[in-house]
């Protein structure tokens, strides 16, 4: 049982835009900023939006962040079949002790 | 280029012990907090433990605290993960991730390619 809640699948045509929730409490989402990541399959995660709606270099505009009280939201537009992956949210929590924690994961299939 | 190696995973008795090593390179190692984050096979991300850049703070997840140790070396680079008292459920793909903070916001960037740990008799 993961702390943040994401759907475990989205799915969408190529060209068509796609949007993943993670939701949360004000221990984490709430009091922190969301990262979002990437994991193609057979690879390690990487960083696809941090600080609630920023994109490091290199990745397009067709991914966006947002986030607004407990939840966050990841954005594809455009999808490609390369989009085809697992993504997290994550943040840091404090409720007890600090951690860090993420969701459950989404597998996004491009039809 | 900012890399990040792990080594040390294979296959342990439920019990036993293992060392786990993420070897950093391409960025000034003893400026940043680092992290271990496992995955289990077919499972999602699950947060391990974070030590800070001078190994002042350590945090771990409920699930190992007591068994594991994490530790780092910044003469040399690199994290280091000790698990003892391993149990079946340890099984994942052991991440080191850097952990960069601007303000209040943290992020992980980058992850090393994984290092599998399996527990099994």
């Known amino acids: 049982q993961s702390v943040l809640t994401q759907p475990p699948s989205v799915s969408a045509a190529p060209g068509q835009k796609v949007t993943i929730s993670c939701s949360g409490s004000?221990?984490?989402?709430?009091?922190?900023?969301v990262s979002w990541y990437q994991q193609l399959p057979g690879t390690a995660p990487k960083l696809l939006i941090y600080?609630?709606?920023k994109r490091p270099s290199g990745i397009p505009d067709r991914f966006s962040g947002s986030k607004s009280g407990t939840s966050a939201t990841l954005g594809i537009t455009g999808l490609q079949t390369g989009d085809e992956a697992d993504y997290y949210c994550g943040t840091w929590d404090s409720s007890l002790s600090a951690r860090g924690v993420f969701g459950g994961g989404t597998k996004l299939t491009v039809l | 280029e900012v890399q990040l190696v792990e080594s040390g995973g294979g296959l342990v008795q439920p019990g036993g012990s293992l060392r786990l090593s993420c070897a950093a390179s391409?960025?000034?190692?003893?400026?940043?907090?680092m992290n271990w984050v496992r995955q289990a096979p077919g499972k999602g991300l699950e947060w391990v433990s974070y030590i800070s850049s001078s190994s002042s703070t350590i945090y771990y997840a409920d699930s190992v605290k007591g068994r594991f140790t994490i530790s780092r070396d910044n003469a040399k680079n690199s994290l280091y993960l000790q698990m003892n008292s391993l149990r079946d459920e340890d099984t994942a793909v052991y991440y080191c991730?850097?952990?960069?903070?601007?303000?209040?916001?943290?992020?992980?960037?980058?992850w090393g390619q994984g290092t599998l740990v399996t527990v099994s008799s």
């Open positions: 004000s221990s984490n989402i709430g009091n922190n900023y």
């Open positions: 391409g960025f000034t190692f003893s400026s940043y907090s």
């Open positions: 600080d609630n709606n």
């Open positions: 991730a850097r952990e960069v903070v601007v303000a209040a916001a943290r992020w992980f960037d980058p």
